[in-house]
């Protein structure tokens, strides 16, 4: 390990290839923004397209947007365009919803794919959301839920086992799975098997066609910048979709939408994972959003998050005594964040972000810093590490303003 300087993260900044892309987003003048796992920052650009839509789509075009502004084709191109950077090709990744719904739809049409089997594999240490629809579809389908690390899975891989469903990072650690081997393994004992990207998508390269994945969601209000409450997607592999039987059967995935026929018929293709109207202003956000990505090679980007969360550990080893990290050490093993583990984690976030640095606390005791790669720089991650030293070694967190119960938990 090499021992990091203010300089060392202002020669890395002057060899970035990526520091132009930063001019891209709207970063407010005195904040150190690491949380962009959470809500990624505001493209520059994006105000402008909305209003573009608000006032010439929707106020003078009405409803003939529909056709002549492309709003109808909009889940399947930004589907298109989110599946470029999760290495799916196009016609197997839908945008809209929440990523809550679209587990819903995809942990349901993966279990009908696999009838004689009852089991469902999930991370027992999974984000919240994933683990009550794993459990809600398993009430609804007559499943039993079993909770295992995904490092373990092959301990609990039978022939019973319908369905697994995974995150490829997890979101309290920044521990990244082993997604092909995991793949791999599960398919071997004949089960189908679906990856949450939320902690992926817009921060490292994703091969879900090249590892033969099955199925995929994730949200687009984290790495992919497309706002808040901006629309999820699901990606469903060309193999399975003439065979998906979704549970949420709404009109627009029905084969003829305007034919208006009294019973369900699904949509060829990826549109059968359409359910209602999409959020049309949400969604033209995100497709906004996703310009930023337009020339970007997410294999440089990949490289970027690593050298940030590479630089972060560095820095607690050498200077942050008593604080160590939840986050794995080897870079292959790490999505983009860096989550350390120390006591009066809540008071130090709050204490961080009243001066500028904004992270998160996630119960009992981390402080999770997340590194969106597109407009981080090396030194203000240095100086925002400089602050966390301070407030550490002077106990400002002591300060009762910081207490639990003061402050909005994000
Ligand atoms: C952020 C996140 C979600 C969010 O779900 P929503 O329905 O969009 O609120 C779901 N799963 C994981 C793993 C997440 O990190």
């Not at 630089?311 to 080893?317: G, K, M, P, R, S």
Request: charged content about 20%.
């Amino acid at each position: 390990m090499s021992e990091p300087t203010r300089s060392s993260a202002e020669a890395a900044d002057a060899a970035d290839p990526l520091a132009h892309v930063r001019a891209r987003f709207a970063i407010p003048a005195g904040t150190t923004y690491l949380d962009g796992n959470s809500l990624g920052a505001l493209p520059a650009h994006v105000p402008a397209r909305l209003k573009t839509v608000i006032e010439g789509e929707w106020g003078t075009d009405l409803v003939t947007s529909w056709n002549a502004n492309g709003w109808w084709e909009l889940p399947v191109r930004v589907g298109d365009r989110i599946g470029a950077l999760v290495g799916a090709a196009p016609g197997q990744v839908l945008c809209g919803d929440s990523t809550s719904v679209q587990l819903f739809q995809v942990l349901t049409a993966l279990a009908r794919l696999r009838p004689d089997r009852h089991t469902l594999i999930t991370d027992g240490a999974g984000f919240p959301t994933d683990q009550y629809l794993a459990d809600s579809v398993a009430r609804l389908l007559g499943l039993t839920v079993v909770r295992v690390s995904p490092s373990d899975v092959e301990s609990v891989l039978d022939d019973d086992v319908a369905l697994v469903a995974f995150s490829a990072v997890d979101y309290r650690t920044g521990e990244r799975w082993d997604a092909p081997a995991i793949t791999e393994a599960v398919h071997a004992a004949g089960a189908v098997l679906t990856w949450d990207l939320a902690h992926a998508a817009g921060c490292m390269p994703f091969g879900l066609d090249e590892i033969g994945a099955d199925a995929a969601v994730g949200c687009s209000y984290k790495y992919l910048n497309g706002g808040p409450g901006a629309p999820a997607w699901l990606y469903v592999a060309q193999r399975h979709q003439d065979a998906l039987d979704l549970p949420l059967t709404g009109w627009q995935g029905h084969a003829e939408p305007f034919a208006l026929e009294p019973s369900y018929r699904p949509a060829g293709g990826i549109e059968r994972a359409r359910v209602g109207t999409p959020p049309l202003l949400s969604m033209t956000a995100l497709d906004a959003a996703l310009d930023v990505f337009d020339d970007l090679d997410m294999n440089v980007v990949r490289a970027k998050s690593e050298a940030l969360t590479q630089l972060v550990l560095d820095y607690a080893a050498a200077y942050l005594p008593g604080v160590t990290s939840a986050t794995p050490a080897d870079p292959r093993r790490r999505g983009s964040q860096v989550s350390l583990r120390l006591e009066h984690a809540y008071e130090v976030t709050q204490a961080l972000i009243a001066r500028g640095v904004i992270g998160d606390f996630r119960a009992p005791d981390l402080l999770r810093l997340g590194f969106a790669p597109l407009y981080l720089r090396h030194v203000e991650v240095w100086d925002a590490l400089e602050i966390l030293r301070d407030v550490l070694a002077t106990e400002s967190w002591r300060d009762p303003s910081f207490a639990r119960g003061n402050a909005a938990v994000t």
